[in-house]
């Protein structure tokens, strides 16, 4: 039963959870309301959510909207909802929007568009909330934090991706004189690193016609979480439909360079998936579909969708996507073939849409383990057969001979 | 193979057997004729003989079969015990959220209000001047266009037809933002193919949204016979079987076209009807003949549109030759560590100001609210307004 948190356009905060009904193909979505929507336009959209799974079996919930308000909600078993902590992003200007949210423990990273970076610590029985500030280039497109916390990575409109190391851009405030630097020296500059950055992208390579192509991520994400901060798998997706998998061990020029995955509007998202080797694409055109990183091929593409997926949620195998057409689809996975190339046999579908009657802006998952482990058992086919297989092999010799039979009849049915 | 009835096919000699087959399908004919005559004189003795039969004999069609989309704005008619037709008449003039037969929940209602169009609703403009609209064509458009495009102009109230600029940078995108800097509430793009008007795109200013429609079944009113005389008096609205909350979005798109207050002295009608998705634009006179009469005259154009793709914004503009930036740091980093009250309060006054210089610029990228894909038509009876 995976459960999910949205967010929407007018600002209310819903949780979404997918059970199964009566036969094992059929789902039902329950949505219920944790925070009701203002009725005053969009100043109050949800642009970020994130939640965190807390030992004592509640969750939080952060969520940051447009006007700069940020909040970090306890959700206890009961679904009861108190505030945790609450602030404004002051430095978050008109036009601009946040990139990036991360809730690590008690702490919560919010990232803007205009680089307004902010660690806030939430309060603790022990400890008042403080919030320490970094500052990080403008124009960015998506932040995000690593698995362990120690790096993030950030891209956007003529920045290139980079890897920070995430104390180091807390404790050392280097922009402080950055503007007048980089406006004198800006050839210089422009090739070295900042204090706290790690390594940083380099464009692709000219085209055919030795044009310059333009640098304008819009969507990244970290593969196979490394435990070393200069040693990362990162993948970008590009306004030009382009998703480009970077390895900073070896080079600043992305690794692949697969062309034409967006296919309207540029890359809207990107996601790792649960799967090895899979990961999630959509587009700002109605597109999602699933990828195999080894060779940068389409293996599936997700039907019915008709407006652009604005948030993706993989969990486990299931994913989720809520799209601009007011709609939050579970949908199934399937990860890639074993080989390279080889034919994709099943393929990921729509396996129940719910209508949210306010554009989604924004899915996460619970990341709840172990209560889709239990309700996914019952689910397939071929686990019951193994199950009977194995009851009959044990005990046939004090059985009779009808089982036997019928555990004959029931093997050559399932080949 | 005896069957038990005589069969014409099974005589042998040509000119009989025609003659038998000819007979038996006047007979044929005969007995339905004289079971119509029976019937309408039934009816005629009681007319609740036929309330009866209209009642129980309504055909099956795709539209009133149509599938259940949850994001129709009213219930489940499988839920609910009755359920009408599919179509819900709807009035132009009244807004969606409060109509009597449809009662979306509270969200829906909330989200109906926020919309790009709500300005138009809330009551501040004034109703008598029109919405002004900025009509243009497709680079290279024919005779065929502009004949079209002057229809347009005629039928909204405040049009202006434009012709578009030939060479670089005009793109649409473009156009739209100049349009939304002078104050134009639309824009509409009659685009051209094979000399042959084929595609509409409304723009809504200034943020959007972007209509695409695909043209069909022009007529001009000229072509029409017995056409009436357009006045310039703004005509009344009706809008038919919008019903989906996509379908109140392009509902509302065309209601802000028009101006708030129809001056009924014209007795003009601009009906916009959704039937299967598509949208066939009619305008008429009417004229009361007598207090429970009333005579229709069209007045043209008539044309039909089905609608392709929404897109959130302007549409976009690629600048793919921009030169490269430098990356930029925020100034005034140290304001931060002040308390967010204070600059608050002085942006709030400068940030009314700069709201009315602001200029609208395209966006670089499209981002589709709703695009038409054949895979979405999973059955005959599956519609989006």
Redesign the interface.
Known sequence: MPHFYSGDALGALKSVSFSLVDSPTEWKATTTVLVPGSSSGHSKTVQKLASYQTPESSTLLAAVHADGSAAVHAIHADSQLSVVHEWKEGRLREGQKFVGLTLKESTVYTCTSNGALRRTKLPQPDSEPSSSLSSLPMRLCEWRLSADARTFVYGGEEVEMSLWDTEKAFSERPPVAEPALTDSKKRKRGDQLLPGEVWRAKNVPNDQLSLRQPVYNTALTYLQPSSIPSQQHLLAGTTNGCVRRYDTRVARRPVSNWVGIGKVGGVGSVEDGFHEHEVFVADRGSTLSALDLRNGRTIYTYKGISGAVTSVAPAQRFMVSASQDRYIRLNSTFGPPAEVGQQQEQKGEVLCKEYVKVVPTVVVWDGFVGREETSVEPEGEEPEDEVWDVMQAADSDSEGEGKSAHRREKKRRST | MPSSRFEPSSIKNKIKREEIARKQKKEKRQGKLQKRLAQAKAEADDPLIKKKRLAQNVPRTLDNTREYD??TLTANPDTEAEAGPSTFPQDGDGDAASQPTVQP?D??A??I??DPF?EYFSGVLDPTIPPKVLITTSPKATRLTYDFCDELVGVFPGAEFIRRKKGKGFEMGRIAGWAANRGYSHLVVVNEDMKQPNALTVVHLPEGPTAYFKLTSIQLSQQISGHARATAHFPELVLNGFVT??GHTVGRLFQTFFPPMPEFQGRQVVTLHNQRDFLFFRRHRYAFRSPEKVALQEIGPRFTLKLRSLK?GLP?VKI???P????????G????????DI??GAMAVD?QSEHERKEIVPP??????????P??E?TRRTF?L
């Open positions: 949850p994001s929940q969200e829906s909330a989200d209000a926020a709500a909350r996509l959130k976009a793919l030759g921009a490269s930036k430098p990356l930029q740091f925020e100034p980093e140290d304001e931060d560590a002040t308390p967010t600059p608050e940030e670089t990228e499209d981002e589709c609210i709703w695009v038409w894909k895979e979405l999973t989006f």
